[in-house]
C-alpha cells in the first residue's frame, strides 16, 4: 500500500485502531475473503454479492452426505428433514424484517416472487390500475410491472407511473412519495418501491409511504433486495401489505439463492386473493392425500409451489443462523459506523468526486454512491481493483458504488477504497 497522497490524510494506523476498539469485533475471518497479492481484498461489493461464510462447505456437504445416505428417506430423516425444511427458515426470517413467522416464507428468487406477489396484490380495474414506482427502479422491477400490466390490459406507459427526484437532487424524497400518494393516489392499485435504493443507497420512509398508500387505497409491496440483512425492518408493525427480497446481497447465501417473500397477516386467511398453486401450497397435512384441490394454509407457505431445493436453501439457513448470533441492531450500529467513516474520507477527496447517497445515516444503509464527474466508473473500478486491490461496483456510466458490510468488511477497507478512489482521480483532476 503506497503512502497517502496528501497531508489531509489520516493514515492506515487510524483505521487499523478503530477496527481494534470498535464494539463489534470483524466476522471476517468466518467468511471467504477474496484475495489480493498475498492478503485480501477490501469488499466492498456485499451489496451486488454477499461473501461465502467458511463453515458452508462443512454445511453443504451434511445435506450431500444425508441425500447419499438415505437417498428419499432423507425426506424425513435426513438431519434436517427435507419435507418441512423451509420451516427451519421461517423464524429466523421473520426475525429478520420484523413480521410474525406465518407471514414469511424462503423460496423462489426475487423477482419471481414479485410476480406471485403481484397475481394476488396487482389487481387493477380500470378506474384503480397504476403502479407507482421509482425512475431509479431496479431494471427487473421496471420489466416486472410492466409486464403485469400489460398482462392485464393496461398500455404500461400510462399505468406505470415512475416517480423522479426534485430537479437538481440525486435521490428521491420520501416526504414526495406521500404527497404524491396523498394527491394522486385515487388511480393507484399497488405501490412498489425498493425500501434501499439499489442505485443511491437512499433507505425509504417505509411507515409512513406505507400509510400514505394504504390511506389513498392502494396496495403497498416492498422490495427489500437491499434493506433484508442491512436496515432493521418492522414490516408488520408497519402494516406493509407484501415484501420480497433476495438473499445473495447481505445475506450471503450465494449466487442466486433462494429469496424471500412477506405477506401481512390480515391478507393470510383472505381466500378472496388470487393465488398460483402447486403442492407445496397445500395444507402439509393433507398434501399427500394427493386430492385434486389445494387445502392452502393460512400462511404466507400457502404462496409455494414446488418442493423446495436443499441445497440451495441451506446456505440461506446457515446464514440467517449467523444474522441471529450477531443481531441486526448490533450489525445495523456497526455499519453506521463504517458508512460514517468512509464518507468523511471520501469528502476530504479534493477533485471530481460527489456522493449521492443522502448524508443523514438514517436514510441510508451500508452503501455509498460516489459520482466520478471525470472519470469512467468501469476504468475506475477495474483499477481499484488492479491497483489497490478495492472490489467495489460500477455503474456505467460514472458511478461506483461502495458498500462497507459490517459482517465482514473493516475500517481499514474503508480507508483502502477512500486512498485508492483519491489516488485514482488525483492524476488528471
Ligand atoms: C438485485 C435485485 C434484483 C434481482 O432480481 P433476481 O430476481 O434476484 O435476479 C431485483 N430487484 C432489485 C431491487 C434488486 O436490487
Known amino acids: 500500500m503506497t503512502d497517502a497522497p496528501s497531508g489531509l490524510w489520516t493514515g492506515v494506523e487510524h483505521a487499523r485502531a478503530l477496527d481494534e476498539r470498535d464494539a463489534l469485533p470483524t466476522l471476517r475471518d468466518r467468511f471467504h475473503v477474496p484475495p489480493h497479492g498475498g492478503g485480501q481484498t477490501a469488499y466492498l461489493a456485499g451489496n451486488s454479492l454477499g461473501l461465502q461464510p467458511t463453515m458452508l462447505r462443512a454445511r453443504l456437504g451434511e445435506e450431500l452426505d444425508d441425500w447419499?445416505?438415505?437417498?428419499?428417506?432423507?425426506?424425513?430423516?435426513?438431519?434436517?428433514?427435507?419435507?418441512?425444511?423451509?420451516?427451519?427458515?421461517?423464524?429466523?426470517?421473520?426475525?429478520?424484517?420484523?413480521?410474525?413467522?406465518?407471514?414469511?416464507?424462503?423460496?423462489?428468487?426475487?423477482?419471481?416472487?414479485?410476480?406471485?406477489?403481484?397475481?394476488?396484490?396487482?389487481?387493477?380495474?380500470?378506474?384503480?390500475?397504476?403502479?407507482?414506482?421509482?425512475?431509479?427502479?431496479?431494471?427487473?422491477?421496471?420489466?416486472?410491472?410492466?409486464?403485469?400490466?400489460?398482462?392485464?390490459?393496461?398500455?404500461?406507459?400510462?399505468?406505470?407511473?415512475?416517480?423522479?427526484?426534485?430537479?437538481?437532487e440525486a435521490v428521491l424524497r420520501s416526504e414526495d412519495v406521500v404527497d404524491f400518494l396523498s394527491r394522486d393516489g385515487e388511480g393507484v392499485a399497488?405501490?412498489?418501491?425498493?425500501?434501499?435504493?439499489?442505485?443511491?443507497?437512499?433507505?425509504?420512509?417505509?411507515?409512513?409511504?406505507?400509510?400514505?398508500?394504504?390511506?389513498?387505497?392502494?396496495?403497498?409491496?416492498?422490495?427489500?433486495?437491499?434493506?433484508?440483512?442491512?436496515?432493521?425492518?418492522?414490516?408488520?408493525?408497519?402494516?406493509?401489505?407484501?415484501?420480497?427480497?433476495?438473499?445473495?446481497?447481505?445475506?450471503?447465501?450465494?449466487?442466486?439463492?433462494?429469496?424471500?417473500?412477506?405477506?401481512?397477516?390480515?391478507?393470510?386467511?383472505?381466500?378472496?386473493?388470487?393465488?398460483?398453486?402447486?403442492?407445496?401450497?397445500?395444507?402439509?397435512?393433507?398434501?399427500?392425500?394427493?386430492?385434486?384441490?389445494?387445502?392452502?394454509?393460512?400462511?404466507a407457505d400457502a404462496w409455494q409451489l414446488s418442493n423446495p431445493p436443499i441445497l440451495a436453501m441451506a446456505p440461506v439457513l446457515a446464514s440467517l443462523e449467523m444474522f441471529d448470533e450477531v443481531g441486526l441492531p448490533a450489525l445495523r450500529a456497526k455499519s453506521t459506523r463504517l458508512t460514517g467513516y468512509l464518507e468523511q474520507l471520501l469528502d476530504r477527496i479534493e477533485g471530481p468526486v460527489e456522493i449521492l447517497t443522502p448524508r443523514e445515516p438514517e436514510r441510508r444503509g451500508a452503501q455509498l454512491s460516489v459520482r466520478l464527474l471525470r472519470h469512467d466508473a468501469d476504468r475506475t473500478s477495474a483499477r481499484l481493483r488492479a491497483e489497490h486491490g478495492v472490489i467495489a461496483d460500477a455503474r456505467r456510466p460514472d458511478v461506483i458504488r461502495l458498500a462497507p458490510v459490517p459482517m465482514?468488511?473493516?475500517?481499514?477497507?474503508?480507508?483502502?477504497?477512500?486512498?485508492?478512489?483519491?489516488?485514482?482521480?488525483?492524476?488528471?483532476?
Request: hydrophobic share 45%.
Open 190 to 299: 399497488l405501490v412498489l418501491l425498493g425500501a434501499v435504493n439499489y442505485y443511491s443507497g437512499e433507505f425509504l420512509d417505509i411507515p409512513a409511504i406505507t400509510r400514505a398508500g394504504r390511506a389513498a387505497g392502494a396496495i403497498v409491496g416492498w422490495d427489500l433486495a437491499h434493506a433484508a440483512g442491512n436496515v432493521e425492518l418492522a414490516l408488520h408493525d408497519w402494516g406493509v401489505d407484501w415484501a420480497a427480497w433476495c438473499s445473495y446481497k447481505y445475506l450471503n447465501s450465494g449466487p442466486g439463492a433462494p429469496a424471500g417473500a412477506f405477506v401481512h397477516e390480515r391478507h393470510l386467511s383472505d381466500r378472496s386473493l388470487p393465488k398460483f398453486a402447486g403442492w407445496w401450497s397445500t395444507d402439509p397435512a393433507t398434501r399427500f392425500a394427493m386430492g385434486p384441490r389445494v387445502d392452502p394454509v393460512d400462511s
Open 68 to 168: 447419499a445416505r438415505l437417498g428419499v428417506e432423507g425426506h424425513g430423516e435426513a438431519r434436517r428433514p427435507w419435507m418441512p425444511y423451509h420451516e427451519l427458515l421461517r423464524d429466523p426470517a421473520a426475525r429478520l424484517v420484523g413480521a410474525l413467522p406465518r407471514e414469511v416464507v424462503v423460496m423462489n428468487s426475487l423477482t419471481v416472487n414479485l410476480h406471485l406477489m403481484m397475481v394476488s396484490f396487482y389487481r387493477p380495474t380500470p378506474q384503480r390500475h397504476r403502479i407507482v414506482i421509482e425512475d431509479s427502479a431496479f431494471p427487473s422491477d421496471s420489466y416486472a410491472v410492466r409486464s403485469q400490466a400489460d398482462f392485464h390490459g393496461y398500455d404500461p406507459d400510462e399505468a406505470v407511473v415512475r416517480l423522479r427526484p426534485r430537479a437538481g
Open 408 to 429: 465482514y468488511c473493516t475500517f481499514e477497507d474503508c480507508w483502502r477504497a477512500a486512498h485508492g478512489l483519491a489516488a485514482i482521480v488525483a492524476e488528471h483532476g
